[in-house]
């Protein structure tokens, strides 16, 4: 047994660091801000990815850690063992899709933002959005919360729901709020962008969330790169 979950949590943390890589590749605005800070621009996308490479470490290991009171699943089957799994990964998904389009026609048609349309690349968006994104926010923080939740409020476990529910609006709000360093790099950025972000972004994170804690780590990984994948394909048919 302890074999297996030492191999499920490599394969975690192999699967976030392939998010990470991405990093390198993705154009995130950040040439001004090594030339601001008189570095080079792979300098500055080492470090960051050194960043995040450390934080993905920290939520894999809470992440095992915690699953142990939460009973939050994996990568493992058991969390595709619960009725209707690819049922809700779909609706939730086409949720998502429909979420994101919303905001994009939102922040090009009625409140402009400039560079709101220019998209990483889909790779990017798939590999660090639907994995590395989700082991940072449901597999480590939403985990956390929940456990910390559980350890003070209801050790008789007899309230697991709604502890749930206020770790993943509490962890839907941290991954929307994670949106807006990218934000600030816009010059043109007003405080209604900053609230479409937060608004669509915490949706969408509490669909996720959703999916995490109802069957698995995988369900919601398969959403999020889904969710991308889909409006990818959409904004390409409507282009």
Avoid at 1 to 9: A, L
Avoid at 130 to 146: D, F, K, N, P, Q
Avoid at 149 to 168: C, E, P, Q, T, Y
Avoid at 175 to 202: E, R
């Amino acid at each position: 047994m302890k074999n297996v979950m030492k191999i499920e949590n490599l394969g975690l943390f192999l699967l976030g660091a392939l998010g990470i890589s991405q990093l390198w590749f993705a154009d995130l605005g950040l040439a001004e801000l090594a030339a601001e800070a008189g570095i080079s621009l792979s300098t500055l996308k080492v470090a960051q990815m050194a960043q995040v490479t450390i934080l993905l470490l920290v939520a894999v290991i809470v992440g095992a850690f915690t699953s142990r009171l939460t009973h939050f699943q994996g990568l493992s089957r058991s969390g595709f063992s619960a009725g209707g799994v690819v049922r809700d990964i779909s609706v939730a998904t086409s949720i998502a899709v429909i979420t994101m389009l919303a905001y994009r026609y939102l922040v090009a048609e009625i409140f402009p933002l400039e560079a709101a349309t220019q998209d990483s690349p889909v790779v990017f968006a798939v590999l660090y959005g639907g994995l590395t994104e989700e082991l940072l926010v449901r597999w480590g923080l939403m985990g956390l919360i929940a456990y910390l939740l559980r350890m003070f409020f209801d050790k008789s476990g007899g309230n697991r729901g709604s502890l749930i529910v206020w770790a993943n609006v509490v962890s839907a709000s941290v991954f929307a709020l994670g949106h807006f360093p990218a934000l600030s790099l816009l010059p043109n950025a007003q405080p209604i962008h900053y609230a479409l972000v937060f608004l669509f972004n915490a949706l969408i994170g509490l669909i996720y969330g959703w999916l995490f804690a109802k069957h698995s780590l995988a369900a919601s990984m398969m959403s999020h790169a889904g969710t991308h994948i889909g409006a990818f394909v959409v904004l390409g048919i409507i282009a």
